[in-house]
C-alpha cells in the first residue's frame, strides 16, 4: 500500500500546474476506510480535489470526465473503454506479473504501445500533460481505436439484448445443474490432484476458512459447504502457475 499511495502522489505531482484545477480523485470506499488515502494524498498534493463514492456513483463521475486515469485493475478500465472515454492506465508491473496469465500479456503490450497503459506514474502524467490539450488527435488516431477495440472484444462482453442473454444463461445453468453433493465429489477429486501436484512438485499450501473448519468438525466438507478454500505462499504460488502453465495440471487442466 506504501508503493500504491507513493506512485499516486509521484503521478499527481508530475501533473503540468495548469492543468491541476481540473483534477479530481474518486475515492476507494476501502482505501478511505482502511487507509485513510485521502489525508495521506493531502499531505503530499493538498491542490487535490476528491469524489466521493458514498456520494456519486462510478457512472456519474465518468460522464463528466475528459480523461479517465486509472491506477488499478478492476472493472472501471471495462466501463470506461466500452463507452470510449480517453483512458490512461499505469500499474505497477511487479503486480501485474504476480497477478495475470501470460496469456494476457500479448493485449497489455498492445495497450502500452498506444499509450494506453503505463508502468511508470512519471510516463503516465508525461503522455497526460502532452495529449491533454488535443485529446482527440491521440485518442481518435485509428491504431489507438483499434487496440482499445481489441481489448473491448477480448474482455468485455456486451450485448443489446443483454437481459435475454442472461435469462438464456440462467436457465441452461439451471438445466445442467448437479446437486450439492454431486459437486463436492467432484471439489474432493479437485483437491486431491492438486494436493498431489503440489507434493510432487515440492510446493508449499494448506487449507482455510470452511475446508479447514469442515476438516477438523465434520472430518470431511462441512455439509452445506459449495467451495474448497487453499491458499499458498506467494513464491509456491508462482511456481505453481509457472508449473501448470508449462506442463498442464491432470484432473484440473479442463
Sequence with gaps: FIDYIYNNIIF???IDQK?????????RNT?????????????????????????????HDLIDTKIFICDNISTCIAEALINNIPT???????????TLYKANYEILDKLE????????PEDAAKHLNLVYDDLEKWW???????IKKEFCEGYIRTDSNWLDKWCDLLMSEEKARITLQELQMVEVNVLNEFIKFCDDNDLKYFVVYGTLLGTIRHNGII????DIDVCMPRYDYQRF???TEKNGLKGLSS
Design 19 to 27: 492543468k491541476r484545477d481540473n483534477v479530481v480523485v474518486r475515492l
Design 241 to 243: 502457475i509457472e508449473l
Design 113 to 120: 504501445c498506444a499509450k494506453i497503459l503505463f508502468y511508470s
Design 31 to 59: 482505501a478511505e476506510k482502511n487507509w485513510q488515502y485521502s489525508e495521506k494524498i493531502r499531505v503530499k498534493c493538498p491542490w487535490v480535489k476528491f469524489s466521493n463514492a458514498n456520494i456519486h456513483s462510478f457512472v
Design 12 to 14: 499527481l505531482n508530475s
Design 88 to 98: 490512461i492506465i499505469f500499474l505497477d508491473k511487479k503486480i501485474i506479473e504476480k
Design 140 to 146: 481518435d488516431d485509428p491504431f489507438t481505436q483499434q
Design 223 to 226: 455439509p452445506w459447504d459449495d
